[in-house]
């Protein structure tokens, strides 16, 4: 009888069993997720690295390194497959000016195998997925989504299931995305989505059920519930994830967790679980053996830095340098300076008061205060970049900033107020976006209290001093038109907000008069947030 083991650190906390099958199938694994459009290099605050600071090697990622390290393994390996774990689009000013097609393009010129779904694919509406898919030479794998009333979707752009063949054997994906996307993008009402564990079990036996022994998951719903899937679903063999830009390492004792993480199955199976952090900054490379019945012999392997060691692919590369001619002048303007680095990254701002949170609140209070504005929410997952000391362009701004949301104001009463704060404080443990960063009030809450009772205090800026909330006063209240569309489960600003407008100036254009009105700009915190003790 074999005994499956953990295996050892020279395995990259790997999996191996004790003898070896009467045959085996060795494949690799190669993946990024969450890249957000960073199609050209980036610095260490993962936004778009100025040209000068590529050519003295101080950049990572950008798609024609990816396309290097990619074809570097494929040359030395036999069976390679390559898989995204969702959220290409996004994030930069390639979305925002050619609205995915970039993005598909560079993943068809990698030869990319198979993409999972994620959520801010859905950020211009199913037509413009649907638009952006149809050119796309790669399989999209939907899970967990139902597709039957959505007439733009409808077809075979996206799939439940998919099978290759590698290295002579059949291997089954399957794919999941987080049932969030109704609230952080826009999906509209025709898009469905469907519980994570019963419905990738269901694709798993129909998959089993047609002799695929080897099964990969490709999932955009973030660490924990990959970790859950691997423990629920019989019958997977891996889990490839996204959505929580989770840094798993073997090397780096500064990981989020371990490359793989290894979740006993419900099988009794081990099942590695794999990720790699966000932008493109790293491949995650997964070396599999399983032996003749698809059982899974081995697994070990590591997230790979994609520095300046990796020159990058030079078709890939001028290809870049094309599309960027255009918005090359907008984001080389110097919008002002900043006398030190601003801390965005989506580790702090999801979860404490943060510098780009006060910068960009302030920013939107300062806008509007002579609108009889009070207070200001801006959800943390809209902050997607930091910007380091000295001057600041505008494509550092869009970097933070990349939705194209707009200024929207209100009124809203003392509860609602509370209410918001609330679903603000509700999924801290998961990183969720929807912390609240503010302006013109402070809040204590308390973690160890249930969701939807975490708020201890809250305090509104009234000439010139905070005093406390008054559940039954109506304050004026800013935040951006996602949040005030119900976005990220504000859903109070939807139905009780009073007199809104939310077609105001894009948050970008506001950020950056401020920084210029304010040159040099110095960040800071001053507890407007706090952890009750």
């Keep these: ?88 689009f996004q994030g ?38 649907a638009r952006t898919l149809g050119m796309a030479e790669f399989s999209v794998l939907m899970g967990n989504i139902d597709l039957s009333r959505s007439d733009e979707l409808m077809g075979d752009l996206l799939q439940d299931t998919y099978v290759m063949e590698i290295g002579g054997v059949q291997v089954g994906f399957v794919g999941s995305t987080t049932t969030d996307t109704i609230e952080i993008a826009a999906p509209g009402p025709n898009v469905l989505f469907q519980d994570e564990v019963e419905a990738m079990q269901s694709d798993v036996d129909m998959l089993r059920e047609q002799g695929v022994d080897i099964i990969i998951a490709v999932t955009h719903v973030g660490y924990l519930m990959d970790q859950r899937l691997a423990a629920e679903v019989s019958g997977l063999d891996v889990v490839v994830g996204g959505h929580s830009n989770t840094y798993l390492s073997a090397s780096d004792p500064d990981r ?79 919008v002002g300076e900043t006398s030190a680095s601003i801390e965005g990254d989506r580790s702090v701002c999801r979860a404490v008061e943060c510098e780009m949170g006060n910068l960009v609140a302030d920013a939107i209070l300062d806008r509007v205060a002579d609108q009889g504005i009070q207070i ?13 000391a000295g001057e600041m362009t505008m494509g550092e701004v869009l970097a933070v900033l990349p939705f194209q949301n707009t200024l929207a104001t209100f009124q809203l009463s003392g509860a609602g107020v509370l209410e918001a704060l609330e679903n603000g404080v509700s999924q801290v443990e998961e990183g969720a976006g929807r912390f609240t960063q ?93 952890q009750a003790e």
Aim: charged share 20%.
């Design 1 to 88: 009888m074999l005994v499956r083991i953990l295996g050892s650190t020279a395995m990259l906390a790997g999996l191996a069993m004790t003898a070896p099958a009467a045959a085996e199938t060795n494949i690799t694994l190669l993946h990024f997720n969450d890249f957000h459009s960073r199609i050209a290099p980036i610095n260490r605050f993962d936004s778009t690295c100025s040209a000068e600071d590529d050519a003295a090697g101080e950049c990572f990622g950008g798609i024609a390194r990816i396309a290097t390290a990619i074809e570097q393994i494929r040359g030395e390996e036999e069976n390679v497959v390559t898989v995204v774990g969702g959220d290409l």
């Design 92 to 129: 930069s000013m390639m979305y925002t000016t050619f609205k995915g097609d970039v993005e598909i393009d560079m993943m068809n010129r990698i030869g990319l195998d198979v993409l999972a779904l994620g959520n801010h694919e859905f950020d211009d509406g199913p037509a413009n997925l």
């Design 256 to 334: 989020d967790g371990a490359y793989p993480t290894v979740v006993t199955g419900p099988d009794g199976n081990f099942v590695p679980v794999v990720q790699a952090y966000a932008y493109g900054r790293y491949l995650g490379r997964l070396d599999m053996t399983f032996d003749d019945d698809g059982n899974l012999l081995y697994s070990g392997g590591d997230t790979i830095l994609l520095d300046a060691s990796f020159v990058g692919d030079a078709d890939i590369a001028a290809r870049v340098d094309e599309l960027s001619g255009p918005i090359e002048e907008l984001m080389a303007e110097v």
């Design 376 to 388: 200001v929410f801006q959800n943390g997952g809209g902050l997607r970049a930091s910007i380091d």
């Design 438 to 530: 503010v302006a013109g009030m402070r809040y204590t809450w308390n973690p160890a209290g249930e969701p939807g009772s975490r708020i201890v205090s809250v305090e509104v800026m009234i000439d010139g001093a905070f005093v406390a909330l008054d559940p039954e006063a109506t304050y004026g209240v800013a935040s951006n038109n996602f949040m005030r569309g119900g976005g990220d489960g504000y859903d109070v600003f939807e139905t009780d907000a009073i007199n809104a407008y939310d077609f105001g100036p894009g948050l970008e254009q506001v950020v950056a008069d401020y920084i210029g009105a304010n040159s040099p700009y110095t960040p800071y915190l001053d507890g407007r947030i706090a």
